[in-house]
């Protein structure tokens, strides 16, 4: 009896800050989906060697690498290595990301730098480093998040700017590489279950009442809509975003 390839097979997929949370869950989907995997990680050695793994023990390649998403010299390597170890990249997950909450007048500038270096900085020289390798027909996703496109709770105004940043970004990239056939999508997460912002956290009871599903999201689901975006069924589906938000931005 003939089993069907999964819809990954043969791919090559790098998830970048997917030590734990919504991106350890990206890329144990996509291993599952058939694809090898590089992960980068900052700090978190033990989370993401173990993911490593289990991603092995799905019988796919998969290769741990620390790099600080905020230096661009560290942002690059981490590409060349990823590329190197798995023999090339067909998909780009830019996950990596970071929040620093509070009044805007209250933000340092470092503040500020931080969340721009990661999320709007970082999202560009992978990007640019990582289309080196990327053949035509390849896939880019970036996690952006539902307050890119309105702003529910005080306190996030520079990130929900480095967010909107990429709604702007993946619209006119997504334009440049349709002639290759190459997909350049966002998933925009709302309140999601994770370390940065868990379920039982100090803003649960304030975000609660904003959702029309009244619970926080499971990082599985956002796996799964990025996976969509990664396989053969999105084919056509370029330059667009997916809210996995819970009905937050409705």
Excluded: C, W
Excluded at 53 to 65: D, K, P, T, V
Excluded at 83 to 97: E, H, S
Excluded at 127 to 149: C, E, F, H, M
Excluded at 217 to 234: C, D, N, Q, S, Y
């Amino acid at each position: 009896m003939n089993h069907p390839s999964p819809p990954l097979a043969g791919k090559r997929a790098l998830v970048t800050g997917a030590a734990r949370g919504i991106g350890a869950a990206i890329a144990l989907k996509l291993a599952e989906d058939g694809a090898d995997v590089a992960i980068t990680y900052e700090k978190s050695s033990v989370q993401a060697e173990a993911l490593a793994s289990r991603i092995r023990a799905l019988g796919r390649n998969a290769i741990a690498i620390q790099a600080d998403a905020a230096s661009p010299v560290a942002s690059v390597a981490a590409v060349e290595l990823a590329a190197a170890d798995l023999g090339g990249l067909d998909i780009l997950v830019n996950n990596a990301g970071v929040l620093v909450a509070g009044p805007f007048g209250e933000l340092s500038l470092e503040d500020m730098d931080l969340q721009l270096n990661v999320n709007v900085r970082g999202v560009f020289v992978t990007t640019q480093a990582a289309l080196k390798y990327i053949p035509d027909g390849g896939r880019i996703v970036t996690i952006g998040s539902n307050a890119g496109l309105a702003v529910p709770f005080a306190g996030i105004a520079v990130y929900a700017a480095t967010k909107s940043a990429m709604e702007s970004f993946t619209r006119g990239l997504a334009r440049e590489l349709g002639p290759r056939a190459i997909t350049v999508n966002l998933v925009r997460p709302g309140p999601i279950d994770t370390d940065m912002n868990p379920a039982d956290g100090p803003l649960a009871a304030s975000i609660l009442p904003s959702l029309s599903i009244p619970r926080y999201g499971k990082t599985r689901e956002v796996a799964e809509a990025v996976a969509f975006l990664a396989g053969p069924g999105a084919a056509y589906v370029t330059g667009s975003g997916m809210l996995v938000d819970g009905g937050i931005n409705a």
